[in-house]
């Protein structure tokens, strides 16, 4: 498996988080933020220099992650009230959620892949539209359907589409990330960017549970962790809930090619990276030592 760094986890200036993953050895990257917005809808000039930085740096960019379906799926019709402010509000709402529906197919979409392959990403990780309260296990047909029109516009310029494991979306847990990539048709540019840490705030048992099921989809990975409350909250901290160790283990084992992105969402940024990535090497180093002393002497 291959380590990578989010490069906006470790600075706004994607300049500045490929000299210092350089630095720690790390050459693969993925790309989400740029200073004060998101790929692919940043200034012309900063475009440009990230595909300069990406060519002298020498680097790989392992994914673009464009905040895809990051929002709500609009419904068939607006909610109605029999009071007319509050029916405009709700027409206003419903108005913004189709308008953000067909930005994100029709003009995001294709002006991520067309970036993607500025900078030779190989994947465009998206989301799964937030479940908005709703619960149960099943798919809704438009979440479905949205994803394998997206899934279809990227085989066609080459590229895979990752759906993100994401608290409070469709996909939420590892079940429900595989039950929504078998709703979409389970076409072959289509798998999983497994979440582990945004599992567990949803309840899942990432490893070995959410595991379990996306374990053949999954081609990209995110580091991070976090720790449940006893008041139902959760929190983001270096050491959490999720069993790590199980996990990278299980990687190995299955011989998972696929990237690891650092991605710790704590402050400050530079050294809470640098722990991560540190963290991340210790555990790899640790299942790979318990791997070779379980193996048979030859």
Partial sequence: MRISIVTDELSADPETAFELGLEWG?????LRG????????????????????????GVSITAVSPGL?????????????????????????????????SDHLDALLPETLEFAAEVG???????????????????????????????ERAGAAGLDLLIETEEGHWANTGARTAALIEAAGRPANLGVNWDPANALIDGD?????????????VRNVH??????EPS??????????????????????????GAIGVEPHL?????????????LRGLIAAAQGAREKNQPAS
Avoid: C
């Avoid at 607006?78 to 405009?88: G, I, K, T, V, Y």
């Fill in 26 to 30: 790390v050459s693969e990257f993925e």
């Fill in 34 to 57: 740029v200073h004060e917005g998101r790929l692919p809808r940043i200034s012309p000039h900063a475009r440009r220099r990230l595909v300069r930085a990406v060519r002298d740096f």
């Fill in 223 to 228: 580091f991070k962790d976090v720790q449940g």
């Fill in 232 to 257: 139902g909250d959760w929190r983001i901290v270096e050491k959490g809930g999720v069993d790590w160790q199980g996990q990278i283990g299980a990687l190995l084992d299955d011989g998972y090619a």
């Fill in 267 to 279: 402050s400050p940024s530079v050294a809470s990276t640098r722990r991560a990535l540190e963290r």
């Fill in 69 to 101: 379906f990051k929002g709500r799926l609009p419904a068939a019709e607006p909610q109605r009230s029999n009071l007319h402010w509050m029916d405009a509000g709700f027409d206003k709402a419903w108005s913004a959620a189709r308008a953000m529906f």
């Fill in 205 to 217: 048992v990432p490893f070995p549970d959410g595991w379990r099921a996306v374990r053949p989809l």
């Fill in 121 to 151: 990403a190989t994947s465009v990780i998206a989301f799964s539209f937030r479940r908005e309260g709703a619960g149960g296990d099943g798919i809704p047909g438009a979440v479905a359907e949205a994803v394998a029109r997206a899934a």
